[in-house]
């Protein structure tokens, strides 16, 4: 038991593979995702601070590094798989929480343990820093499934992937933020030359919307 088994852990998020079991052109692992949600929410963080909005940029930066950790325990599931029912990742986000729960008790040191149950604990809440977060995992889940459609990546799990994203990434009550993504960003995105028309897919779920 030590902080020792907690780093070394951490090469496991290198080798959890997302959106398992489907042809990918590019292969993105957990690691990496971390790494992008917490550069993505630093750059919303900014324009809603930019905004009016008190940012908490300490517990903005430890739910974004941290809230994808629990794939250690379980893998990563599948977007269309997690969100088939509001129960199923219910059940799915208790199963984590217990194992995150177990792992802290069993190889974090006495002395640590409040601070990494704080840290560990799901992130995405009402609070603007959850807000950011849900708004950064929703982006990079956004980009990958673009990356894949736009060279030409049939797979129609792609499909789902990038509607269920956009459409909750232009749902979020960040008003600053989101009118900066749709009105800015989408625009850059959808004049991109892509092997499937991303651009008609685009504009139907905006008119869906």
């Known amino acids: 038991m030590g902080i020792h088994r907690f780093f070394t852990s951490l090469n ?3 080798r959890i593979i997302r959106a398992p079991g489907m042809f990918k052109f590019e292969e993105h692992n957990v690691a990496a995702h971390s790494w992008k949600v917490s550069q993505y929410a630093m750059f919303f963080a900014t324009i809603e601070e930019r905004a009016g909005r008190e940012i ?6 430890e739910k ?3 809230h994808d ?3 250690v325990f379980i893998g990563d599931i599948k977007t269309p798989v997690k969100y088939a029912s ?4 219910e059940m799915i986000a208790k199963v984590e929480e217990g194992m995150m729960e177990k792992f802290i008790l069993r190889e974090i040191p006495e002395e640590f343990r409040e601070v990494f149950f704080e840290r560990m604990k799901e992130g995405k809440d009402a609070t603007i820093e959850g807000r950011l977060l849900e708004l950064a995992d929703k982006l990079d889940q956004f980009y990958e499934a673009f990356a894949e459609l736009k060279r030409g990546n ?14 909750k990434l232009l749902d979020l009550p960040l008003p600053a933020s989101v009118g900066y993504f749709k009105n800015v960003m989408l625009d850059d995105v959808i004049n991109e030359e892509t092997a499937i028309d991303v651009k008609e897919l685009t504009r139907q779920i905006i008119a869906e919307h």
């Open 69 to 71: 950790f629990a794939e």
């Open 86 to 89: 509001p129960e199923l990742k």
């Open 56 to 61: 908490d940029w300490k517990s903005l930066y």
């Open 64 to 66: 974004t590094i941290n």
């Open 12 to 14: 496991d998020l290198e």
């Open 154 to 167: 049939t797979d129609k799990e792609f499909v789902v992937m990038y509607r269920i994203a956009l459409t």
